[in-house]
């Protein structure tokens, strides 16, 4: 393994974790994570606070939330209300991913999160958020003029965040990422709870459309495959899901898809002549990590 | 066989030199054994002669016809041979006074207690049998390693950080009280004597009333009774139901349970460190690093150099304990040594009397097997 491949990425920048009692550096390519262990002695909301208070926040343009703890029972609302109330100080504020933890940490379907509403409220300058787990996640309905990316990755997209989604309006998105996830772990909506967020939410700026880790896949790719609007976008991911023959038919016969640059069906369950027909159709396709399963024992990539 | 070196009163020459005679009672046709006749053929030196376990378990004195005075003896583990795990079961269900049981079906994890009788009181044996002799792991501190319940007690005696032992379980029962009393939501529960990660499950639940269990363990049931299957591929139990069962079968062949020690992370997983301690030196070291909370190798783990994903206060504090931890254990001269290094804190989870299995992983340019053969005395001596 190199270190290339240990390299986290976030926003355009390196993360890297921050070390309590040091001084974060301002350097442009770089964007800390905070976390702490399951058995820390203090709160995210204490170390948010010694984490801006020990640099120049004036100056942060992105942050990463990782394990605040424990984040089965407790929920983000405490550090995100810490960020909110300072962000008159933080006028670079652009990015935040909050739930940065691994499967060892907490389990992705048993992280606990919370209200977004006051965030998207108190940082109109704000152009990516990304969350990880949806269990507890309320997005309000919100109009908010600046967000260019949002991800939403879960074991399962609970159907009352697609109905917030598709009540809101994020005029200037250009990528957007849901994780539909399985019923077994919160997905509890279908492919029209999907289409409605979506169709809502496109913009004619958006270039990345990731609707991953899906349990529906086939159903996702058969309804994309429809869309005219797709012509627009650079990527389409619908990685991590359980797409078989039946999707990868639909975006084969689909006239719109034929110039994305990338269509990463990684995590697939394809027959080998449609995946040939696919590379051939589509030279930007990814088909990596082929999966082994009958139809009805098809599993997405992150779901327990 | 017995020629006698100029430097025989040296300690290096009574513990035997790389050119003594060498002998390793271990399993015909093992990885171990091949790794170590390519490190002596690497080195020039003439093979090792092996007395197979299931030999020495039918006739020990077959031993004895290997023994010269200046031999050297290592003892490797009785492995996948099947007729030897069913003399030592055997063995050790006459010690404990429990019936005979059928021989186990392939992969079962049970019985784990009963198969350490027999394998402790085979090294007693050779314990004895061995006195005189130059043994490059002393078979009672073999035992004690194999005992992960005592060598953790061992190791935290002799003032090393180890993850807080918590207590020996029955059942599932008795791990929801030992949860409450404690105040935890998640631990390791370990079969006390399953080597690497068999019997290994990681627990934890939430405040919301979930449960889950990870393991390499599998739950087969429908037989006549529930079993417990080795698998190199680790899974996830939510069920309580399942849960209860896996815990159950892994107590009843005695176990323990301790604190869930964290990680640090390497990417989307996280890593901890297999340390190779030769003569009480750190030597050969590789993190391991995985996406599950077992990073064992032979699970889907993937190798990583340390020195890339630690920095130089962290490197000293793993050599520093590893060094200690083999300090421990002083009649030993290979263990491999799991830790966690985090922070200012080095854990030692686990030491394996067993743990030079580590093919291809290079120590200033030689192999585990290649470097051990050198250790304790100079190369400069050809094979007579």
Request: hydrophobic share 45%; with cysteine; proline share 6%.
């Amino acid at each position: 393994m190199t270190i290339s491949e240990q390299t986290e990425r976030f926003f355009g920048k390196t993360i890297e974790d921050f070390e309590p009692g040091t001084t974060p550096s301002n350097a442009p390519g770089t964007v800390y994570r905070l976390s702490l262990d399951y058995d820390a002695d203090t709160s995210m909301a204490a170390l948010l606070a010694d984490f801006l208070d020990s640099g120049d926040a004036s100056l942060l343009e992105a942050l990463v939330i990782g394990s605040w703890g424990e984040a089965a029972s407790d929920g983000p609302e405490e550090f995100l209300a810490e960020l909110a109330t300072r962000a008159p100080r933080l006028p670079a504020f652009k990015a935040l991913f909050v739930g940065d933890m691994t499967y060892e940490e907490c389990e992705i379907s048993w992280i606990t999160q919370g209200d977004y509403g006051p965030l998207l409220a108190a940082f109109p300058q704000l152009q990516a958020l990304r969350i990880r787990g949806a269990t507890s996640l309320v997005l309000p309905a919100a109009t908010h003029a600046g967000l260019r990316e949002l991800t939403i990755e879960c074991g399962g997209l609970p159907r009352s965040v697609c109905e917030a989604l598709a009540q809101s309006s994020f005029p200037a998105l250009e990528t957007l990422e849901l994780w539909l996830g399985a019923d077994d772990y919160g997905f509890d909506g279908d492919i029209d709870d999907v289409r409605l967020a979506v169709d809502k939410l496109r913009t004619p700026g958006l270039r990345t459309l990731g609707l991953r880790d899906a349990q529906i896949a086939d159903e996702v790719a058969q309804w994309l495959a429809t869309q005219a609007w797709t012509a627009q976008l650079h990527t389409l991911d619908l990685s991590l899901g359980t797409i078989g023959d039946a999707g990868a038919q639909a975006l084969l016969a689909s006239p719109h898809l034929r110039g994305l640059a990338r269509l990463d069906l990684s995590h697939h369950y394809i027959s080998k002549p449609l995946q040939a027909q696919l590379r051939a159709a589509i030279p930007g396709v990814v088909l990596d990590d082929e999966q082994d399963g009958d139809e009805d024992d098809r599993y997405v990539a992150v779901g327990e | 066989m017995t020629a006698t070196s100029p430097s025989a009163s040296s300690p290096a020459a009574r513990r035997g030199g790389p050119a003594s005679p060498f002998v390793v009672l271990g399993v015909a046709a093992s990885k171990r054994l091949r790794g170590l006749q390519a490190a002596r053929a690497a080195l020039g030196l003439p093979p090792a002669r092996l007395v197979p376990w299931r030999d020495w378990l039918a006739d020990p004195a077959c031993l004895d016809a290997a023994l010269a005075p200046d031999v050297r003896v290592k003892i490797e583990p009785p492995g996948d041979d099947v007729e030897v795990h069913a003399r030592l079961l055997h063995a050790g269900a006459h010690l404990l006074d429990r019936p005979a049981r059928a021989p186990l079906q392939h992969g079962e994890l049970c019985a784990t207690d009963v198969w350490f009788a027999g394998f402790e009181q085979a090294l007693a044996r050779l314990a004895a049998q061995l006195a005189p002799f130059d043994v490059v792991n002393d078979p009672a501190e073999i035992a004690l390693m194999t005992d992960k319940w005592r060598c953790q007690q061992h190791l935290a005696a002799h003032g090393l950080p180890t993850p807080t032992l918590l207590g020996r379980i029955g059942g599932f029962d008795e791990l929801e009280a030992l949860l409450r009393r404690h105040r935890l939501e998640r631990v390791f529960v370990k079969a006390r004597h399953g080597s690497s990660a068999a019997g290994v499950v990681a627990f934890r639940r939430n405040a919301r009333g979930d449960l889950q269990a990870t393991t390499s363990a599998h739950l087969v049931e429908g037989l006549d009774t529930p079993r417990l299957f080795n698998d190199k591929r680790i899974r996830s139990y939510t069920a309580p139901r399942e849960i209860a069962r896996v815990i159950d079968l892994v107590a009843a062949q005695d176990a323990y349970v301790e604190a869930w020690v964290p990680k640090p992370r390497c990417g989307a997983g996280h890593f901890d460190l297999r340390v190779l301690a030769l003569d009480g030196e750190p030597a050969h070291r590789v993190a391991r690093v995985g996406l599950r909370p077992m990073t064992n190798l032979h699970l889907d783990s993937r190798r990583a150099d340390p020195a890339a994903l630690l920095r130089a206060e962290e490197l000293a504090l793993m050599e520093d304990a590893a060094r200690r931890a083999a300090a421990a254990f002083p009649r030993s001269r290979v263990i491999g040594f799991d830790l966690v290094v985090k922070g200012r804190r080095a854990h030692v989870l686990e030491a394996n009397a067993f743990g030079d299995l580590l093919p291809g992983l290079l120590w200033q340019g030689r192999d585990a097997y290649v470097a051990q053969a050198g250790v304790a005395a100079p190369l400069a001596e050809p094979a007579p």
